[in-house]
């Protein structure tokens, strides 16, 4: 599994998976996946992404607000609409600007 930086809403700090607060005892799972591999940290990243939430994605997503798919992106988006993942569906979603 790839796994995205994230951007600490309260500091500002950007949180890598190697960084991030992990409580104890998953911080030993989480070096155990590091080490064989099965997660990876995404080194190459787009800063703008890091302050999107994913829960404030999801809510646009299945409240038929548009304005998510400027939020992640565009093949993400085709993929959420092709599949109607996430709750969303076609002829609901309405532009808020």
């Known amino acids: 599994m790839y796994v995205y930086p994230t ?7 950007t949180q890598s998976l190697e960084r991030a607060p992990v409580p104890p005892p998953w ?3 989480r070096a155990l996946l ?5 997660v990876e940290p995404i080194r190459g990243y787009d800063e703008s992404y890091l302050s999107i939430r994913t829960p404030d994605v999801l809510a ?12 992640v992106p565009a093949a993400v988006a085709q993929i959420i ?6 709750g ?10």
Not at 7 to 13: F, K, N, S
Not at 88 to 96: D, K, Y
């Open 27 to 29: 911080h030993h799972l």
């Open 7 to 13: 951007r600490d809403p309260v500091t500002g700090e």
């Open 81 to 86: 609409k092709a599949e109607n993942l996430f």
């Open 60 to 71: 646009r997503i299945q409240g038929g607000d548009a304005s998510w798919e400027q939020m």
């Open 34 to 38: 590091l080490e064989i591999g099965r």
């Open 88 to 97: 969303w569906r076609p002829g609901r979603a309405t532009s808020t600007t």
